[in-house]
Every structure is written in C-alpha cells, then in structure tokens.
C-alpha cells in the first residue's frame, strides 16, 4: 500500500486533482445535513504534524459521523476510483471564506476509512457503503468506534464570537506576513533591493488565497521568535522547565491519565491544559519523586 498523502500535500496541489488517499486529524466536524435527494457533511482536516487545515465534505454517503467520537482522531481515507476524492475548487461566495474562491476536499461513497488511532489497519472498520437515496435520519451505526485510547476533543475558545474571531484572524494575517518577510529574506532570487516589494506581493498575493487561515499564530511567532515562547505559552514554558531533562516520565504520566495520545507528547498540550498539569497533584507527585 502506498503512503497516504498528508494534508499540507493535498493543500499545495492544483485544484481539481483527484487525491487517492489522505492521512489526518479532524479538527472539526458539523452535524450532517440530509434531505430528500441529498446528505452532505462537512468538517476541517489537519496535518499529522499540525499546520496545515483543510476543509473536506463527505457526500451522499450512507452513515456519516457523530462529531463527539471523531474530533481529534486521526483517520486515513483511500478511495476506492480514481475520481472517489477530489481537491475542488468552490465557487466564489459573499458569505463564504471573505467570498475569496478555495478548495474542498470531496469525498464521494466510493472510499474506505481507518481510525488509525485504534488499529493501524485500512480495514479494521466498515466501509462507507454508497447509495442512491440519502437516509431520513443519521443511524446509530453512523458512529465510528471510540478508540481505546482517549483523545480530547478539540473545543473552541473559551467565549468565542464574532471579536474574538476578528483577533484570531488579525494574529493569523500578522503570523502570516512574519512568514512571508522570512522567507523573502531567505530567497536567494530576490535582489536585497527589491525584498520590500516582493515581500508586500507575497502577502497580498497569500492573504487573497485565504493562507492566513491555515496558520497557527502562537505556533508561528514562537518559531520565528523563540524567545516569545515563554510571553505566547507561559504555563507551557514553565512546564518544560520544571520537567527538564525528566520530559520522559512526563509524557507516561499525561498518556496514562488520558491528557495526551499516545503518539503525543507534552508539548502538544494547550495552554489551559498545561496549567491543569502544573495545578495536577501527580503531576506535582512526579516530579518531587524524580527530582
């Protein structure tokens, strides 16, 4: 079996190239929508290593999924025709992404799907199976296995509304041109003259094609400027402080206890995560038995 693609592979390819299988993590998930000729769902997948988001939509398959088992699970998709995914380009509107045109992943019937978080098999669960006329309702059958192994489930910010999607996204468009400078600066094409206005037509250039959306800008400021770490993620920092050099036993602690995947480690806790973990009387334990 070939290596599925990731999401940041999916991103970066042309519009309308059918994609034979992807590898992710659904960072969100809406309820289906299903009416009498047609069902639909739509989600968000992310890049195995983070970055990278994508929007798919599964559509007029029988059983969909129940977004409390799935968000934050890691699933591999692989179609079963050439055509049973596609990286579509939708159709510019007001109301959609800014009316800035993007891309979709469409996922038809014809596929198979593996949780991979429980069992690294492609068949360890049911197929979607295709059909001709869409159910009344979501079956109990839509939902896939719980894995064993528990995952958060990703939530949205703590009172999230229209401000605090504004600054999000106005921290992602500054991220974003923190990126761009870089790597202008880093071009050796580029004449050191000319930095500044190339530099102002990648951006321009980005943020038309919607790429501040798929920034992380915590994660991005703190790799263009290490030093803000501590300033962007203070209870992360002092975390990694007071586990230095005992990071190990750390990550047994926070897989045992359910905070983190297996395949996790303690830097990939949130901020209100990591707090709980300094606050956590075994976390406290831990660290007074290994020091």
Known sequence: MTQPLTVRE????PWGSPVPSVSGVIEHLHPPMIEANWSLQN???RDDRGGAVIEFMLSKHEKYWDPRAVVGQHVRIVGRAPDAMVWKGQKAKPKVNGGVPFAKLEVGPNVEVAWTDTEDSLFSF???????????????AAVPPVPAVHSPVAKEPEGRGHKVSVRHELRQLIALYGVVTQEVERC??????ARDQVAENVYSAACSQGLYRKIDPDG?????????AAKI???LTALGEQFAGKEQLLDMLLRGNGTIRMDQSWRDLTE????????SPEIKGLFAKAS
Request: hydrophobic share 40%; glycine share 4%; charged share 15%.
């Open 188 to 193: 050796p094409v580029v004449a050191e003259g």
């Open 220 to 228: 991005t400021m703190i790799e263009l400027d290490p030093s803000q």
């Open 272 to 279: 209100p995560q990591a707090a709980e973990a300094l606050k």
């Open 233 to 235: 993620r203070p209870n």
């Open 43 to 45: 989600g968000k997948l």
């Open 126 to 140: 049911p197929s979607l199976q295709q059909t001709q006329t869409a159910p009344e309702a979501v079956p109990p």
């Open 10 to 13: 999916i991103f970066a390819m």
